[in-house]
Nanobody
């Protein structure tokens, strides 16, 4: 069983930056893709960024393009989300997740992500 642990959340002022990390442990880890999702109070969980474990493809939510960068370190079984120019509307609990098979909507199909972290809170003050 794969265990995902996020870190790096916190409180930051608007315009600031945070770097989230998610490390996988457990059985030999080999994902098809990993993603970062967020959920704000009263809202549905949404895909923020995703990366194929090969590194060949990435996805960003429209509001995050130009501000967020997803990357992965295969040797460390870790995926990162660098978030710059943060806005109050980015405040949410951020989750990382892993999926082990492909699909046309590999970056946004939450139901296909089988392993989930516990979440880390990101709060952006205005």
């Amino acid at each position: 069983q794969v265990h995902l642990v996020e870190s790096g959340g916190g409180l930051v002022q608007a315009g600031g930056s945070l770097r989230l990390s998610c490390t996988a442990s457990g059985r030999t880890f080999s994902a098809y893709a990993m993603g970062w999702f967020r959920q704000a109070p009263g809202k549905e969980r949404e895909s923020v960024a995703a990366i194929k474990w090969s590194g060949r493809s990435t996805y960003y939510v429209a509001s995050g393009k130009g501000r967020f960068t997803i990357s992965r370190d295969k040797a460390k079984n870790t995926v990162y989300l660098q978030m710059d120019s943060l806005k109050p509307e980015d405040s949410a609990v951020y989750y990382c997740a892993a999926r082990y098979s492909g699909g046309s909507s590999w970056y946004a199909d939450l139901a296909s992500y089988e392993s989930w972290g516990q979440g880390t809170q990101v709060t952006v003050s205005s």
